[in-house]
């Protein structure tokens, strides 16, 4: 019942607006909710987009399944790999769609600022999810943890590496970071569309994910029909758009979701094909991208023992339950997800993804509680010190881990880009799909056939470190077309082929290539022979029968553009510590380096 207006509210009512106590002067700052919202979202922002401008490309995938398709789509031209084959369809085109949307409205700019571009919207899609889950924390379970928690993810250099990363798992985390906010702020249908949105288009395994509503909606609290029903409009809604894209895309029906789920557990091969792993892959990959964190939420087993039997004691168990059943799911669902991951045989460092938002709020919670249940109890100058050198050591490790991979292994996208002012844009064109024609006048029988006037840019054992065809201009300054090829190295895989060359999209995406597989066998006619190779790319290392050193041949080739490459295969002191985290002049002692160089041919 509402009071009327002018009168006094009565002491205890049920209707009565809380009162938060104000805080005092001697609090740590941790768990006051001061107004710095705009400095936090303004500070969280600028991290992402500089992961958008200097984050490094280490995985292939991202590269030929994602980054060429949408090349195709914008340009006419990309790579295409046997996921896109209309045999196989276990690629969705409507994901690709997603981001063809942004890239558009910029395709008039030089190719490698439209790839940034998509990079920093993604960066930015991560952030606001990032804030979202942050102020959800912060409301709803206490500030003090939500400040932990923006620690945690902000400087974590796994989430720094996917935030930019234009693949599935990491669109999953994401939407990760939206769903842990839906959840603690109990907004069950958008929360549920989250889920359904990141298994449809995404990765179907992220369903994993949303344990937590499963749980709470149908065991803990009677929202039977609610969750039926957001889950049926949310799951039929998206479907529906998903399969009309991709059908018209392939030409025949494709549900692309069910594919991958069919080929990596049901009746396909399966990703064993590309390498298998132990578990201590992941165990290694935890603790690179989160070091201390990993222990921190290793600390929450015995805390959580020991705040349980407190509770016991004291007779408050129910009340123990309701305020940690929502930490106590999110805990289970990465736990399942690691069981899940685990156990198969191929491993790679982007299926964690989905799951490093619930590695931050895990932290940040079991922080604060070792917080409240002991740190709590000294002064407040000493558990201020303890806090901060522990967050700083954080922080600390983190930067080196991500300085060390940009400067390990950022060489290839920075010779790829001054290649590209190297040879010059020629002619940069857009494909006008829709009415079946080119732009500022490029003859389609220049694109369509290879011409002998053609320059040919090569790679052989380097091509899974290509960082797409967004860094190779159409043509060059000359007006000559620009083309990338394979050359024959001891891999004895299945290399992507150019989408067939038409003036229409459709005709590309629906044909069925020639010499594809799903069983990564090796097709040969992916290869042309160095002497038709005007340029060449490659990473300085000892040569083979079949992977030359062209530093070797400097009557034959000369190098134009070289940066410094980490040298894998020499040793490392320390457990190649020293190699995963940048410590200045003992990491430049202790690794050795080779340089990743663009050689040109040498005119007869």
């Known amino acids: 019942m509402r009071n009327r207006k002018g009168s006094t509210p009565q002491k205890g009512r049920l209707d009565e607006e809380p009162k938060r106590p104000l805080p005092s002067r001697k609090e740590d700052s941790w ?61 969705s085109y409507f ?41 959800a924390i912060c409301r709803n379970i206490n500030a003090r943890t939500g400040r932990f928690f923006y620690f945690f993810s902000v400087f974590s250099p796994g989430v720094f590496l996917a935030s930019a990363t234009f693949l599935p798992s990491s669109f999953c985390m994401s939407l990760s970071y939206y769903i842990i906010a839906s959840f603690v702020s109990r907004r069950w249908t958008l929360g549920i569309f989250c889920v359904a949105f990141s298994a449809l288009v995404g990765w179907p395994f992220s369903a994993v994910i949303g344990l937590p509503f499963v749980v709470h909606m149908l065991f803990v609290e009677d929202l039977k029909s609610e969750f039926v029903l957001a889950s049926l409009g949310s799951g039929l809604g998206i479907g529906v758009v998903q399969f009309l894209t991709d059908t018209h895309y392939f030409g025949k029906p494709v549900v ?24 201590t892959f992941y165990i290694k990959n935890l603790f690179l991208n989160w070091n201390i964190a990993v222990f921190i939420i290793l600390l929450g087993c015995p805390l959580t023992l020991w705040r349980f039997w407190a509770s016991r004691r004291a007779g408050g168990l129910g009340a123990f339950y309701r305020r940690n059943s929502s930490v106590v799911l999110f805990a289970i669902t990465a736990a399942l997800w690691m ?34 249940t002991i740190i709590g109890q000294l002064a407040v100058n000493q558990r201020t010190i303890i806090t901060v050198m522990i967050l700083s050591c954080f922080a600390l490790l ?36 829709r009415f079946g024609m080119e732009e500022n006048g490029v003859n389609k029988d220049e694109r369509i056939n290879p011409g002998s006037n053609d320059v040919q840019i090569c790679v052989g054992k380097e091509w899974h470190r290509f960082p797409s065809s967004f860094f190779v201009p159409n043509y060059d300054r000359n007006g000559r077309k620009v083309r990338m090829q394979f050359v024959k190295s001891e891999f004895t895989g299945l290399l992507p082929k150019p ?7 459709i005709d590309s995406t629906r044909h069925e290539p020639s010499d594809m597989n799903n069983m990564n066998k090796e097709e040969t006619s992916r290869y042309v022979s160095l002497d038709s190779c005007d340029y060449f790319v490659d990473l300085d290392m000892p040569a083979t029968e079949l992977e030359p050193n062209l530093g070797e041949k400097p009557t034959e080739w000369k190098p134009i553009i070289t940066r410094p490459f980490i040298d894998l295969s020499k040793p490392t002191k320390y457990f190649g510590l020293l190699r995963a985290f940048y410590v200045p002049h003992f990491s430049d002692k202790a690794n050795s380096m080779t340089t990743y160089t663009v050689y040109k041919k040498i005119s007869e």
């Open 398 to 433: 983190s930067t080196s881990r991500a300085f060390s991979v940009h400067r390990n292994y950022a060489a290839q996208s920075e010779i790829y880009e001054v290649l590209e002012k190297e040879l010059g844009s020629g002619v940069e064109y857009n494909v006008n799909f």
């Open 339 to 372: 069981l899940i991951f685990g156990s198969q045989a191929h491993k790679e460092e982007r299926f964690l993804f989905p799951i490093y938002p619930f590695i931050a709020l895990l932290a940040a919670v079991v922080y604060n509680c070792f917080f409240e």
């Open 499 to 505: 989408f067939k060359a038409t003036m229409n999209l």
């Open 256 to 279: 692309a979701s069910l594919n991958i789920v069919l080929y990596n557990v049901l009746s396909g091969p399966g990703p064993s094909l590309y390498g298998e792993e132990p578990i």
């Open 31 to 91: 768990s006051n909710e001061q107004d710095f919202d705009l400095t936090m979202m303004l500070a969280l922002s600028a991290f992402r987009m500089f992961s958008g401008f200097f984050g490094v490309i280490n995985d292939c995938d991202e590269v030929y399944n994602y980054w060429e398709p949408l090349h195709l789509f914008l340009y006419g031209e990309g790579f295409q790999t046997w996921e896109y084959s209309p045999i196989y369809a276990i690629r």
């Open 95 to 135: 994901y690709i769609g997603l981001h063809y949307i942004p890239a558009w409205f910029v395709s008039f700019r030089p190719k490698v600022e439209v790839f940034i571009f998509i990079r920093c919207i993604l960066s930015l899609l991560c952030a606001c999810g990032e804030y979202y889950a942050y102020r």
